[in-house]
């Protein structure tokens, strides 16, 4: 039942070349960014990555996506990843936009052993009707689209048909997990983690902190481990170091104001 590895590249080293890989996080916050790092060291490319963005500022898949070792995305955000989207444009990879919602319920769904289920989101939409661009062709023009989707109606509402999501691996990062692969996050580094962990075949955590069992109530586990099959415990430094993608604070008062 120890779940835990020695290493980061320990733990991603069978990843191979080509493999589908469900990724926790939005934007900075609660990316598997030691694990990320690994498997850029391993140099695996090829990579069907499932994950709400491609990262930012050089961080989290950002460090792939540079490095070209991502052949498609299934997200919901491009963002302000001005690389991303110069690939995505370019041609040079494939990226299914659905809306975020359905993301997360996708990844659920598949992680339930649930096959498909029907949503409201995107009926009326390319979503549903197709035609979205997977990939352009370079030139300006579409080299692959999105097929047409079933819809139905339910009551008198319509409803497009989504496939749930599994992928052959998972990266999500935890605030504390113990031996055993139960997995607590923290606040919104909850966001993408417990969905993509439970679409993942193999399902590779880092904590901040490893506890043993028994050493986190059970009312308290976010994820239970029998949707992690590997732990990796992060050194103090790797825990805390943690970007922030734009910092805003409250302006001071000016002069001559009360307070000032």
Same mark, same amino acid.
């Given at each position: 039942m ?7 590249a320990?733990?991603v080293a069978? +990843? ?21 790092q ?8 090829g990579?069907?990555v499932v994950?709400n963005?491609c990262?930012?500022?050089? !961080?989290?898949?950002a460090?792939?996506? !540079? ?8 997200? !919901? *955000? ?8 110069r690939q *995505? ?10 809306p975020?919602?359905t ?5 659920r769904?598949?992680g339930?052993g649930?096959? $498909?289920?029907y949503? &409201? ?14 990939? *352009?062709?370079?030139?300006g023009?579409v080299?692959? $689209? !999105? &097929? ?6 339910f009551?008198?509402t319509?409803y497009?048909l989504?496939?749930g999501i599994?992928?052959?691996f998972a ?5 504390k997990?113990d ?5 607590v996050?923290? @606040?919104?580094?909850?966001n ?6 439970m679409?993942?075949? +193999?399902?590779i955590a880092e904590?901040?902190e ?14 239970p481990?029998?949707f ?13 170091? @943690?970007? +922030?993608?734009?910092i805003?604070?409250t302006?001071g008062?000016r002069?001559g104001?009360?307070?000032a």
């Open positions: 120890d779940k835990v590895v020695a290493s980061a320990e733990a069978d +990843i191979p070349d080509g493999a589908s890989l469900a990724v926790g996080g939005f934007g900075l916050g609660g990316i598997p960014a030691v694990l990320i690994a498997l850029y060291e391993a140099g695996v490319t990579l069907d994950s963005n990262g930012v500022l050089d !961080s989290g898949l460090v792939l996506l !540079s490095a070209g070792r991502i052949a498609r995305v299934t997200g !919901s *955000y491009i963002g302000g990843n001005k690389e991303f989207a *995505y444009l370019s041609g040079e990879i494939e990226l299914e936009l659905i975020q919602g993301l997360a319920e996708r990844l769904a598949g339930s649930i096959p $498909a289920f949503t &409201p989101a995107g009926v009326g939409t390319q979503v549903a009707e197709g035609g979205l661009p997977w990939r *352009y062709d370079g030139r023009g080299a692959v $689209a !999105s &097929p047409a989707k079933e819809v139905r109606e009551g008198g319509a497009v989504e496939h599994t992928t052959d990266l999500v990062r935890a605030a997990g031996r055993h692969g139960n997995l996050f923290n @606040k919104s580094a909850r993408f983690n417990p969905v993509a962990a679409a993942g075949r +193999i399902t904590v901040e490893l506890t043993e069992p028994g050493g986190i109530d059970p009312d308290q586990v976010h994820l481990g029998i992690v099959q590997r732990v990796v415990a992060l050194s103090p430094e790797q825990a805390a170091d @943690k970007k +922030i993608e734009n805003t604070v302006p008062p002069a104001e009360v307070g």
